[in-house]
């Protein structure tokens, strides 16, 4: 079986802050890794990926993210953040040769403050 | 390229009803997945089709929801009788197979149950 942990429900943060939210994983199969971020009254959209390669991966607005397969984490960083990047941010599996379901985490209340 | 659409938007209604949920995937994309979102926590996978054929239905409460994906393309998800504990979002998401594609997620729709 496979679970996703978030370690912070909310995260508050300044506007130009760095930020990072944390998440850890486990599963007894190799995984891919997403981080995707939900706007209010809107669906998920993909932030960024890790499939394979470069342990560090970069996706969009800003964000980027490493994997780290000995402590099982996928933490999500920006070294900036503005006021638009106040949102949902849900971390997310999915083990491979299991036919392609995510399994999300429980999601951090990024909130930027001015 | 058009995304994920889903309809209605919001939807509400009185225990022990019914209701229907409608999915238009992306063209040309063979999986589709229903997911349960309850309010504050990450998105659950109810059922995953691969074309028409149900791939994964493990988590699906088969005694009141049902779901099908006819020709391979639209899918519509049903609650019947509808309880309380279904208020959530219910979101699509479709990807071009089970590999290594993201899924691309829809608006969803928001059902409240009174």
């Known amino acids: 079986a496979q679970s996703v942990t978030q370690l912070d429900s909310q995260v508050p943060v300044f506007e130009e802050a760095p930020v990072e939210l944390r998440c850890n994983y486990s599963s007894s199969v190799s995984v891919y890794l997403f981080w995707y971020v939900q706007y209010p009254n809107q669906g998920l959209q993909l932030l960024l990926k890790?499939?394979?390669?470069?342990?560090l991966v970069k996706g969009i607005n800003g964000f980027e993210a490493e994997f780290n397969k000995s402590q099982t984490s996928f933490h999500l960083r920006k070294p900036s953040v503005h006021i638009s990047d106040t949102a949902e941010y849900f971390c997310?599996?999915?083990?491979?040769?299991?036919?392609?379901?995510?399994?999300f985490g429980q999601g951090t209340e990024l909130s930027v403050k001015p | 390229e058009a995304g994920v659409a889903q309809s209605p938007r919001y939807k509400i209604i009185e225990k022990r009803q019914s209701v229907a949920f409608w999915c238009n995937p992306i063209s040309g994309h063979a999986t589709l997945y229903w997911y349960q979102q309850i309010l504050g926590q990450g998105p659950k996978l109810l059922i995953q089709?691969?074309?028409?054929?149900?791939?994964?239905d493990s988590q699906l409460p088969k005694d009141r929801f049902s779901a099908e994906r006819l020709k391979g393309v639209d899918s519509t998800l049903k609650i019947q009788p509808a309880k309380l504990e279904d208020s959530a979002v219910y979101l699509c998401a479709s990807s071009p197979g089970t590999g290594r594609q993201p899924q691309h997620f829809g608006d969803g729709t928001r059902l409240s149950i009174l």
């Open positions: 089709f691969q074309n028409n054929g149900v791939v994964d």
């Open positions: 997310a599996v999915r083990p491979e040769g299991q036919g392609g379901k995510l399994i």
């Open positions: 890790y499939l394979s390669g470069s342990t």
